[in-house]
């Protein structure tokens, strides 16, 4: 079973960026895709983006595209996550999560970090 341990997130203000990560152990990591899912209180767990093992793909969900870029070092099994022009409305609760196939949907991945907390103020 693979372990997931995000870190980097904070507090920052709206049109400042951050980079979260997520290091991953006890797995072959190249072997996963690997997604970023964000949750607040009042809502489910969104899709953020997804990457594939060889980091070849990526996807993004509309509400963070063009401004958030997910990518991997297979050498340091880590998965990043870079937020910029970030907005109030990006803070939530960031994980990170395995997957055999590249999925929006959060019932698609296995294994789960605990998160890190992204607040973006006004």
């Known amino acids: 079973q693979v372990q997931l341990v995000e870190s980097g997130g904070g507090s920052v203000q709206a049109g400042d960026s951050l980079r979260i990560s997520c290091a991953a152990s006890?797995?072959?990591?190249?072997?996963?895709?690997m997604g970023w899912f964000r949750q607040t209180p009042e809502k489910e767990r969104d899709f953020v983006a997804d990457?594939?093992?060889?980091?070849?793909?990526?996807y993004y969900a509309d509400s963070v595209k063009g401004r958030f870029t997910i990518s991997r070092d297979n050498d340091k099994n880590t998965v990043y996550l870079q937020m910029n022009s970030l907005k109030p409305e990006d803070t939530a609760a960031y994980y990170c999560?395995?997957?055999?196939?590249?999925?929006?949907?959060?019932?698609?991945?296995?294994?789960w970090g605990r998160g890190t907390q992204v607040t973006v103020s006004s």
């Open positions: 999560a395995t997957s055999r196939f590249h999925s929006t949907m959060s019932s698609h991945y296995e294994n």
């Open positions: 006890g797995g072959t990591f190249g072997a996963y895709v």
């Open positions: 990457i594939t093992g060889s980091g070849g793909y990526t």
